[in-house]
């Protein structure tokens, strides 16, 4: 009976609380949103510069959880297309505005199975809806749109039910800020970041929404790039023979930390294209090259291809 007469007292007070309106407010729980327009690098970047994001990760959606790998979905059989998951705190930002910053910012929505340099079905425009009020919003927005003729060509985008989202390889995440001299970045996707600022300044942040340990990662990554860098220079201002660092590649003598480098930005998906990437600098400035291999590198891969992504 004493157990009774208390939960009876419990449930009174538990009324007169909201009859009085000093019921506490719990705050709205984080959501999900999963955003497919090209390639994940610029994508990614474009919604950790959104005020009101706390976590976004690159990877795949709309197809089998088999087949989510990089090499498989380039081919553009998989039925994956490239995309990002993202997770926001309703209380700072809306679906709204994410939908804004997607069709204004992230991406052109009116090209069909491609996005700038990079062409086939793993590339194309797409919302997966988590639910009802995801394609509603989503839909009307699309609509809107048209109406306005926002854009010269028709929208593409495709509003489809969410499935499943499986995350990318692990140098894939966070790429922008890891790799911001990348000439792919460099040319495709830093521009979105200044679209996103002058567009939407309310909504940016000049800083990424990173975890602490991608900060500490991304931190060790840089000192073990500038110790290379300093090694390389030490090594070859001593007189060290650099014919034991050179490798002859289509007639040409290539530094082996340029091959290396090299093959490591060109994901291993043509070490030949690779290798005539590296011998094509290779006729330039010798001592250049061996004091400063990365930059090397990375100018050998301007020449070859500027602005296509490896």
């Not at 992230?106 to 700038?116: F, I, V």
């Not at 793993?122 to 854009?151: C, G, N, V």
């Not at 140098?171 to 890891?178: D, G, K």
């Not at 300093?230 to 014919?243: A, E, K, T, Y």
């Amino acid at each position: 009976m004493a157990a009774l007469a208390l939960l009876m007292l419990a449930g009174k007070q538990s009324l007169a609380a909201e009859g009085t309106g000093t019921a506490t407010q719990r705050p709205a729980a984080e959501q999900r949103a999963v955003f497919a327009g090209g390639c994940f690098w610029g994508v990614d970047a474009v919604f950790k510069h959104v005020k009101g994001v706390d976590k976004v990760v690159s990877g795949y959606s709309g197809g089998e959880a088999n087949k989510a790998q990089y090499e498989v979905v380039s081919t553009g059989s998989t039925g994956h297309a490239e995309s990002v998951e993202v997770t926001y705190d309703p209380d700072q930002v809306s679906y709204q505005d994410l939908l804004e910053v997607f069709f204004n910012v992230a991406h052109d929505p009116t090209e069909l199975n491609r996005q700038g340099p990079d062409t086939g079905s793993q590339y194309r425009s797409a919302i997966f809806y988590m639910d009802p009020s995801q394609q509603h919003t989503a839909q009307r927005y699309i609509d809107k749109l048209d109406q306005e003729k926002a854009f010269p060509q028709p929208i593409v985008t495709q509003v489809v039910p969410f499935k499943a989202f499986y995350p990318a390889e692990s140098y894939h995440q966070n790429f922008l800020e890891q790799h911001p001299d990348n000439p792919y970045i460099v040319f495709n996707d830093l521009p979105k970041l200044d679209t996103l600022k002058e567009k939407y300044p309310q909504l940016y942040q000049s800083q990424p929404t990173l975890k602490p340990y991608d900060r500490l990662f991304e931190a060790i990554s840089k000192g073990f790039r500038l110790f290379g860098y300093f090694f390389g220079v030490m090594r070859s201002s001593f007189g060290s023979s650099p014919l034991r660092f050179w490798r002859v590649v289509d007639g040409a003598r290539v530094p082996k930390r340029v091959l290396k480098l090299t093959h490591r930005t060109f994901r291993g998906r043509s070490r030949a294209r690779a290798d005539q990437a590296a011998a094509t600098y290779s006729n330039r400035d010798n001592d250049l090259r061996l004091r400063f291999p990365r930059s090397a590198a990375r100018e050998s891969i301007c020449l070859l291809s500027p602005y296509v992504r490896p």
